[in-house]
């Protein structure tokens, strides 16, 4: 099972998106994903 690298949260209408794989926060393509599938989100929020 792959761990989350990126959470999402939304309050009062404002999203954040935290990234941290706990390595330098290097993006790679498992995390490159999360964020997409994250902003994805924070756009269907909008």
Same mark, same amino acid.
Not at 27 to 43: C, F, I, T, W, Y
């Given at each position: /099972?792959?761990?989350?690298?990126?959470?999402?949260?939304?309050?009062?209408?404002?999203?954040?998106?935290? /990234?941290d794989?706990?390595?330098?926060?290097?993006?790679?393509?498992? /995390?490159?994903?999360?964020?997409?599938?994250?902003?994805?989100?924070?756009?269907?929020?909008?």
């Amino acid at each position: /099972m792959t761990d989350s690298f990126v959470s999402y949260a939304l309050a009062d209408g404002v999203a954040t998106i935290t /990234m941290d794989d706990g390595n330098n926060n290097l993006l790679s393509p498992v /995390m490159q994903s999360q964020l997409n599938k994250a902003l994805d989100q924070a756009e269907r929020d909008a």
